[in-house]
């Protein structure tokens, strides 16, 4: 068996169609066009896709929040929210989407964000213990998060 780099790249507007295609392989959540595009517009280094063979083969796309921050502390604070990442089943478990994390975390500096933080369904073990490997903990459940009805856990570090 022949070996094969993946690379990690900013998504492009012709990597649509595969980064949907994943998505809908993937995950049960699924999103328009129009929504990719926006957050590849508007947040271009937090939107990674994973490449082998000029293939996408898993994706990561985030986007930044900003609010009042918690504590009461003065100010607007920036948060980079992990809207949906994905990897073809064929090449899970080999490190691609601590990769794409790592990468799309890095982005988010970028933007002067302090902190990340991700929605996960709460029966997901293989992303819980990815998002545990990237040092994640668990800030609160949302029940009924999901639209089958499926909570999620809101997780959280710092950058």
Known sequence: MVQTTVTLRRFQPQDLQQVMHINQICLPENYTNYFFMELHERFPETFIVAEQNNQVIGYIMCRIET?????????????????????????????????????????????????????????????????????????????????????????????
């Open 67 to 159: 609010g009042l921050p918690d504590f009461g502390l003065l100010g607007i604070a920036k948060r980079g929210h992990v809207i949906s990442i994905a990897v073809l089943p064929e090449h899970q478990r080999q490190g691609i989407g601590v990769a794409l994390m790592e990468r799309a975390m890095q982005g988010m500096k970028l933007y002067k964000v302090k902190e990340c933080f991700l929605e996960v369904r709460v029966s997901n073990k293989p992303a819980l213990n990815l998002y545990a490997k990237l040092k994640f903990e668990n800030e609160r459940i949302m029940h009924g998060y999901y639209a089958d009805g499926e909570g999620a856990y809101i997780m959280s570090r710092k950058l």
